[in-house]
């Protein structure tokens, strides 16, 4: 590798809007995110499907798999 072409990294703080903060490596001196592993949905199982306007009940009647006659 060459020298001098490389960024330096730091050691920083992570701090997040729910007020969580954490350490990790970065070029940047300090970095502020909204969401990280505490507080997202898809981490803490708080997801949700927001049906709007009834488009997965249209979808299931579009594809709806007949079933077989006996």
């Given at each position: 590798m060459r020298k001098e072409i490389?960024?330096?990294y730091h050691l920083v703080n992570v701090h997040c809007s729910c007020g969580n903060t954490f350490q990790t490596k970065s070029t940047v001196k300090e970095l502020r995110v909204e969401?990280?592993?505490v507080?997202?949905?898809f981490y803490t199982g708080k997801?949700?499907?927001i049906?709007?306007?009834g488009r997965v009940e249209k979808y299931?009647?579009?594809y709806k798999v007949a079933?077989?006659?006996e």
């Amino acid at each position: 590798m060459r020298k001098e072409i490389h960024p330096e990294y730091h050691l920083v703080n992570v701090h997040c809007s729910c007020g969580n903060t954490f350490q990790t490596k970065s070029t940047v001196k300090e970095l502020r995110v909204e969401i990280c592993n505490v507080c997202h949905p898809f981490y803490t199982g708080k997801q949700k499907l927001i049906d709007t306007a009834g488009r997965v009940e249209k979808y299931r009647r579009k594809y709806k798999v007949a079933t077989p006659a006996e």
